[in-house]
């Protein structure tokens, strides 16, 4: 392949309503775009998934618009990639930082589906034709809106963020709103602590969920594990797999049986593979989760959602669910499910007019001129 420029740009959208969790609220998405242009003016669009403060992880927007305007795209433009695989191996010397890098990743995957003409899935090793779809219900959302969303689309499975001492009425406020025999589970987001809530969350396997949802820290895969083995419900591990070898000692460790696989938080497309090689020697099941992405993001995470091992619903909402306006072309969920697009590279078409709209700031990086 070939690379002609890098562009990274600072973009702010607001959601059409507030998204709140027991760790933050977003009312204005910003987000860090990267585009990888070749000499014949096909670009590739990649995400970065840090939200403006540090609630989710250390990665924020600073942070990321630093690291690629200073380290990661200069580093490509002194030794220029002629691979996705070349990403992964000249940014191996950069720790953590996972979220930036895989924006980086990210781009060069859709330029390299799109200078082959295929749709980047296929490039995955994808086989399904549509994925299935979940949605998530935020402590601010309005019920009645959303269930009216929820059936009106079809989702698969409700997700609701709940506080502490207060998941039972939630997760019964869901259920009447979404149906008893819909798949329900809730997110910890990290708040509980083993030393005081282990037997309190023992007791919410009375209610018969799908899974609970990152119940401790991220660090802590010992009590994650001590938690597993008491529970019928599955344990689901979020902000603790930051890479394909994190979620392998996880699974050797017993910590959870189900893994929410987010690109960005693992460092992107080449750890999302690895950690479906897991699945498939293993008995780990996966679902990709969201970040409030923008339809660039989204599409990324529908092809990677098309491989055979993420076998539970997704969070792929609509783009309607989050935007008035979306900055690509609208991701549909009828039935159930998203179709994996056809069209080369991530298949959706990026609104140029509404981008530069949105846009902040951008610079670009010319590969092979430093």
């Known amino acids: 392949m070939n690379i002609d420029t890098f562009t990274v740009r600072h973009a702010s959208l607001k959601l059409k309503t507030p998204f709140q969790t027991v ?73 953590g930082h996972q979220m930036a890098k895989a924006a980086v990743e990210a ?65 019964n406020e869901l259920r009447q709103m979404v149906g008893q025999d819909t798949p329900v589970m809730f997110d910890g987001n990290g708040m ?23 119940p401790f820290r991220q660090d802590d895969f010992i009590e994650h594990a001590r938690l597993a083995q008491t529970l019928a419900t599955p344990v689901c591990l979020d902000e603790s797999i930051r890479s394909a070898h994190d979620a392998y000692q996880a699974v050797q460790l017993g910590a959870c049986s189900i893994i929410n696989v987010k690109p960005g938080r693992v460092g992107g497309a080449k750890e999302v593979l690895q950690i479906h090689e897991l699945s498939r020697n293993t008995k780990v099941d996966l679902w990709i989760g969201g970040m409030l992405d923008t339809g660039i993001g989204r599409a990324h995470n529908v092809m990677l959602a098309s491989l055979p091992h993420f076998t539970l619903p ?39 007019r509404r981008l530069n709209k949105a846009t902040l700031r951008k610079q670009s990086f010319t590969i092979g001129s430093s």
């Open 23 to 95: 760790n933050g609220l977003v009312v204005q998405r910003d987000v860090i775009l990267v585009e990888a242009y070749d000499a014949s003016g096909k670009v590739g669009y990649g995400e970065c998934a840090a939200f403006s403060e540090p609630f989710y992880t250390e990665e924020t927007t600073a942070t990321a618009w630093l690291m690629l305007e200073t380290v990661l795209l200069p580093m490509l433009q002194r030794d220029p990639p002629e691979s996705p695989e070349d990403i992964i191996v000249r940014f191996q010397g950069v720790q």
């Open 107 to 171: 781009a060069v995957r859709d330029l390299d589906a799109k200078q082959q003409n295929v749709p980047l899935a296929r490039l995955y090793g994808g086989t399904k034709t549509s994925v299935p779809a979940g949605i998530v219900f935020s402590l601010t959302d309005d019920p009645k809106k959303q269930a009216k969303q929820f059936h009106a689309n079809g989702y698969q499975r409700a997700k609701v963020k709940v506080q502490k001492g207060r998941e039972k009425e939630a997760v």
């Open 192 to 214: 509980y602590t083993p030393e005081k809530d282990m037997l309190h969350l023992q007791k919410l396997d009375q209610l018969n969920l799908a899974m609970i949802e990152q």
């Open 314 to 352: 997704n969070e792929i909402a609509e783009s309607s669910r989050y935007w008035e306006e979306d900055i690509t072309s609208a991701i549909k969920v009828e039935k159930g499910c998203v179709q994996v697009p056809k069209k080369p590279g991530i298949g959706v078409d990026v609104n140029e």
